[in-house]
């Protein structure tokens, strides 16, 4: 069965602290990762992470993928309260039909200023 | 605008009544796609539309659920006879589709409460 597992479940940490979210994958005809940031509403796409070990970064965010151990993660530095979301990250794979996403339950980040 | 929207954003249904809920893609974009997402879990696939053909359909849980796309473009997802074991939030997204630009977009999505 496909399936995606993220760590840990939830995090609280405070302003300014460094945080690292995990997300480990089992998936046949694998093709990418996506990490997502959802607060109340809809997923904002943050990152798609194709090829192994090459790291990709946007501000404070910065994610690598690693497809020989089959996991992925997300780092956040000095951290805001803005920043307080649920992190969801998917795997990307191929059916018949094209491709899918499989979800993991997400980490729940807090920041407290 | 220039994103996926949804509508309604919330529905509250009795218990054995059939609801609809619609999506508007981004203009253009190919793929559709609906999730369901219960409170505490990520969102889980049900259907996906490459313009009007649904080419898969697995992940509805049972024959109550129906989602249609006749024009390549706005998509309804309905439910008939509502359980409360439908409550969630179903979310909408769209992409281009294209190998380079798999990333898909989401709508706000719409909470759904059956009573």
């Known amino acids: 069965e496909d399936k995606v597992v993220q760590s840990p479940l939830s995090l609280v940490v405070h302003e300014g602290d460094t945080v690292t979210l995990n997300c480990s994958y089992e998936v046949t005809n694998f093709r990418s990762l996506l990490w997502y940031k959802q607060e109340k509403k809809a997923p904002t796409f943050l990152f798609m992470l194709t090829s192994s070990g090459i790291e990709k970064k946007s501000g404070r965010l910065s994610s690598i993928l690693d497809k020989k151990e089959l996991f992925s993660i997300l780092n956040i530095t000095a951290t805001q309260t803005g920043d307080s979301a649920v992190y969801l990250c998917a795997a990307r794979f191929t059916r018949e039909y094209g491709n899918k996403l499989v979800f993991g339950a997400g980490t729940i980040l807090r920041v407290k200023s | 605008g220039a994103g996926v929207s949804q509508s309604p954003r919330y529905k509250v249904a009795k218990r054995g009544q059939d609801v609809a809920l619609r999506c508007d893609p981004i203009?253009?974009?190919?793929?559709l796609f609906w999730y369901q997402q219960a409170l505490g879990q990520g969102p889980e696939f049900l259907t996906y539309f490459q313009n009007e053909a649904q080419l898969d359909k697995s992940g509805l849980p049972s024959d109550r659920f129906f989602a249609e796309r006749p024009e390549g473009s706005v998509s309804t997802l309905k439910i008939q006879r509502t359980q409360q074991e439908d409550s969630a939030v179903y979310l909408c997204?769209?992409?281009?589709?294209?190998?380079?630009?798999?990333?898909?977009?989401f709508g706000p999505g719409t909470r759904l409460t059956v009573t």
């Open positions: 203009s253009g974009h190919v793929s």
């Open positions: 997204a769209s992409s281009l589709g294209t190998e380079s630009s798999y990333e898909q977009y």
